[in-house]
């Protein structure tokens, strides 16, 4: 079982910037890749970043270009930086860890921290 507890978020204007948080209980060096969702109300869970054991970033389009996401190996966590910040990106924001033990894949999910962009 892999533990992920994220913070980091809160109630920012548009055009601000957040920082978020995922710790894992584990080392981040034996996660495949860690990644960042978001949930708006309504609405499916959607991609917003994942970052690998290597270092391979993806990004959705919707936030390429005013994201980064970024890992401390040393204190087992991955960041999301996010600027520019607008409207749109207000939901909750999920960590992911994908982790491949003895061929079969398991995902785990943090319990979610709140984005809200509004002035």
């Known amino acids: 079982q892999v533990q992920l507890v994220e913070s980091g978020g809160g109630l920012v204007q548009p055009g601000g910037s957040l920082r978020l948080s995922c710790a894992a209980s584990t080392t981040i060096s034996s996660i495949n890749a860690m990644g960042w969702y978001r949930q708006a109300p309504g609405k499916q869970r959607e991609f917003v970043a994942t970052?690998?054991?290597?270092?391979?970033?993806n990004y959705a389009d919707s936030v390429k270009g005013r994201s980064t996401i970024s890992r401390d190996s040393a204190r087992n966590t991955v960041y999301l930086q996010m600027n520019s910040l607008k409207s749109e990106d207000t939901a909750v924001y999920s960590c992911?860890?994908?982790?491949?033990?003895?061929?079969?894949?398991?995902?785990?999910w943090g319990q979610g921290t709140q984005v809200t962009v509004s002035s």
């Open positions: 992911n860890a994908n982790v491949l033990h003895y061929s079969i894949a398991y995902n785990y």
């Open positions: 970052i690998t054991s290597g270092g391979s970033t």
